[in-house]
């Protein structure tokens, strides 16, 4: 029968235990209910969705309430450790050993705790020189038995639908910046790309360095690092490996293997791969017309299929949202932020102000901030459900371009690039607490780099690694790398992602759903100085869509004229 539990039960089903099947079986009624209340009752996406988030919150709250919000090292065991409630408290029992009523001393593991029979008068000891610990244990070994075994059961299951809708989009994520971009290079008569690249990622940049720069000077007059004594801290682990010089993080964008390049999950490749086949494409052309357009359609109804994929996987989307948020809620250790809730709290601050100063600079350019958010919030609610702005990105180009009536030209480009580059929270909000924290945090560091100089280094440092940081979530490990040793404070890389590490989960939802935000931003910034929205668009009036085409056309026709001029005078 041991052998049935541990290899069926336990192995294959993952549910080897009265309270997991208990727990699974109640998720999965209220998903079912959920489902088919939105079958009966149409009500808009966006609420779908907002009450998947509150389904899956309260899910995960009631578990971390059922075993008492317990802290980080509950966790860190994943269940493997023997854990015992003891006084209202979890207590982690690897390593101890059990002293029977006949002087056995017994070592406590997880198989030992399923075969052993406990009595009156049975102590649990610290080590074997019998140092007690705990008498009369039989008083609360139904907890030990029951451990945390039950809650990493629930979410593996509970885990099933998102994994399924995240593995769906990832699935068509290459594919859709594939033909978009290949659509938009080949397509006849575009010829401003590098153009519009250019300045996509000039504004992406400078967002990331806004973000730092209000991020840094919160943190340090606030004092965020104040308490954690860094110095007294460090443990010679830099995490160097993380890091990459500037050189070959742009000789890493250009794809030595195709095949590798469409089985990865880097979107800048892809885009450069798809820039050079839609180029040849259009010299192509020249020689052989129709069929270059033979293949342009083809890519147009790849492109509707694609499309049709996504439509798919959306209509998931609010049980996924459900599964996702009481996921995050039960694997996390929520107990354990107090004494950093601090940081966490800043960080979703200078996230605020942000999203804030990416409205105004829309407002001030006479944007319709009204519709633009009407359009927005939906890859802002992905990014913050999947954690992965790569995920989103299908998301992302579908809203741009159906929803907001953008030119797939600005739209496919500068949202794919802001998935690697420019991430204005993974980047420069997390850059900013990283770094005010350690400025605040070790007075070697405060003592020996005049403040000024330590917050422009770090401001360039973090504009350059921003380059390079992917949207993928828990990006903690690589910002706090790349930041830390490109400014030769890589000794600290230990005692700050012993912080940041901690929150990084909770803390990567808001970060991904800034991140997304700030590609859709940079797009619609782009294209009301290009002018490269479609007629019926709303975000800007007719007026405006007219007089700024009118301004476009003089500027052409003088630059044709100045031309011509030159070329007339060489003559």
């Known amino acids: 029968m041991s052998g049935f539990r541990e290899t069926f039960l336990e192995g294959f089903l993952s549910i080897s235990m009265w309270q997991s099947f208990l727990a699974i079986f109640l998720f999965f009624g209220v998903m ?51 854990w015992a409630k003891v006084d209202g408290n979890w207590v982690n029992l690897s390593g101890y050993y059990i002293l029977g009523d006949q002087d056995q001393l017994i070592k406590i593991t997880p198989e030992i705790i399923d075969k052993i029979g406990f009595g009156d008068g049975w102590k649990l000891v ?44 990832l699935l068509i994520t290459i594919p859709v910046v594939f033909i978009a971009i290949f659509r938009v290079v080949a397509k006849p008569g575009v010829n401003r790309l590098g153009k519009i690249s250019a300045k996509g990622i000039a504004v992406l940049l400078l967002f990331v360095a806004i973000a730092f720069t209000i991020t840094f000077w919160i943190g340090y007059f606030l004092n965020i690092g104040g308490k954690l004594n860094f110095d007294n801290q460090i443990g010679g682990s830099s995490g160097r490996t993380d890091s990459k010089p500037l050189p070959e993080i742009i000789w890493g964008y250009l794809p030595s293997n195709i095949i590798a390049t469409f089985s990865g999950t880097a979107i800048i ?18 020689k052989h017309p129709k069929s270059m357009d033979n293949l342009n359609n083809f890519m147009d109804r790849s492109w509707d299929i694609i499309m049709s994929v996504l439509m798919t996987f959306l ?13 995050a809620i039960t694997t996390r250790p929520i107990g354990a932020l107090q004494s950093i809730g601090m940081i966490l709290l800043i960080g979703y601050l200078g996230l605020a102000i942000m999203l804030g100063i990416m409205t105004l600079v829309l407002f001030i350019n006479k944007v319709n901030i009204k519709v633009w958010w009407k359009h927005a919030w939906r890859p802002l609610v992905q990014g913050f459900s999947t954690q992965s702005s790569n995920a989103t990105l299908p998301i992302t180009i579908d809203t741009l371009t159906n929803d907001m009536k953008i030119k797939p030209e600005v739209a496919s480009v500068i949202a794919s690039i802001s998935t690697s580059m420019g991430l204005v929270a993974c980047a420069g909000v997390q850059a900013g607490l990283i770094t005010s924290v350690l400025y605040t945090g070790s007075d070697s560091v405060a003592s020996g780099m005049n403040l000024f100089a330590f917050f422009i280094l770090a401001l360039f440092t973090t504009v350059v690694a921003s380059i390079g940081i992917a949207g993928i979530p828990g990006t903690a490990t690589v910002v706090t790398s790349a930041v830390l040793n490109g400014m030769g404070f890589g000794i600290y890389f230990a005692p700050v992602y012993a912080i940041f590490g901690a929150i990084d989960g909770l803390f990567d939802m808001g970060r991904t759903a800034t991140n997304v935000t700030g590609g859709v931003f940079a797009s619609t910034l782009v294209a009301k100085n290009e002018n490269m929205f479609e007629e ?13 085409e009118a301004k476009i056309l003089k500027r052409k026709q003088l630059k044709d004229k100045k031309v011509r001029s030159n070329i007339d005078k060489g003559k």
Not at 149 to 168: D, P, R, Y
Not at 318 to 324: D, F, G, H, I, R
Not at 536 to 548: P, V
Request: proline content about 2%.
């Open 32 to 82: 079912g209910g959920f489902y088919y209340g939105l079958k009966k009752i149409k009500i808009k996406f966006i609420y779908r969705v907002l009450i998947g988030m509150i389904l899956g919150l309260s899910v995960g709250l009631i578990i971390q309430g059922i075993i008492g919000f317990p802290a980080g090292e509950w966790f860190a065991n994943g269940g493997q450790a023997v």
């Open 536 to 548: 019926d668009t709303k975000l800007i009036t007719k007026a405006q869509f007219s007089k700024k």
């Open 315 to 327: 209509k998931i989307m609010p049980l996924a949202v459900m599964s996702m948020f009481a996921t």
């Open 269 to 286: 490749p892809i885009i450069v791969l798809a820039a050079l086949f839609g180029q040849a494409t259009k010299y192509v052309r020249k």
């Open 126 to 169: 610290l080590n074997s020189n019998r140092d007690n610990v705990f008498e009369n244990i039989d008083s609360w070994m139904a907890e030990i038995k029951s451990g945390i075994k039950w809650v990493g059961e629930f979410n593996t299951w509970a885990s099933m639908l998102k994994q399924i809708f995240i593995n769906g989009i």
